[in-house]
């Protein structure tokens, strides 16, 4: 488990290559920093069939606070998506609050949403999930928590994010499109660090 300050040194050394791309050393320098620092593809790439490390958070809130620690300094998104018997899409996003007894999830419903915050995803397909969404998910089974970060990092902020994804829920498993832009995803069946608010 890389330091706070080890983790500095790779995002720092990321920003540094993305400045100055140009330079032949900075792809070598990057590998060197570890999992960390690096961005969705370069991370899936190289951990690719290596199940021996302990990427997740399993077992009880306590055993891995400095993993929590970059989860709260930078949260990747939270989604939890179900899809009911008849094939259909559902989601509600889930935020860490400072709850006053510490952090929490949060369900954050949107404006319109129901109290329990489910809302239907008819556009889910535009975002062109690889693997497609739809078939990791059991009809009528039991909801899964969809976390998500910047694969094409191109701030410190994305590059944060992503580390946080990888280090706490796991490394991302693959991709949709957004805005433009592609997003690293993985999909878990609990939330990791924290207990969900009552």
């Known amino acids: 488990m890389p330091s706070a300050n080890a983790r500095f040194r790779g995002r720092a050394l990321i920003a540094i290559c993305a400045a100055l791309s140009a330079l032949p050393g900075c792809a070598a320098a990057l590998t060197s920093v570890g999992p960390a620092a690096l961005g969705a593809t370069e991370y899936v790439g190289m951990r690719a069939g290596d199940k021996a490390t302990d990427r997740h958070t ?76 739809a078939d990791q998910l059991d009809a009528g089974g039991d909801p899964q928590f969809l976390a998500y970060a910047p694969g094409d990092t191109q701030t410190i902020a994305d590059s944060n994010q992503m580390t946080a994804m990888t280090e706490v829920f796991d490394p991302a498993i693959g991709t949709f499109q957004w805005r433009g832009r592609t997003y690293g995803y993985v999909l878990v069946k609990i939330l990791p660090c924290f207990k969900p608010l009552d």
Do not use: Y
């Open 58 to 133: 399993a077992g009880p809130h306590d055993e891995q606070p400095e993993r929590c620690d970059t989860l709260v300094e930078s949260t990747p998104g939270v989604e939890e998506f179900r899809k009911n018997k008849d094939g259909t899409i559902e989601s509600r996003q889930w935020r860490l609050v400072d709850s006053g007894a510490g952090m929490r999830w949060a369900i954050v419903p949107e404006k319109m949403a129901p109290a329990a915050g489910w809302q239907p995803k008819p556009g889910i397909a535009k975002l062109r999930f690889s693997p497609a969404l």
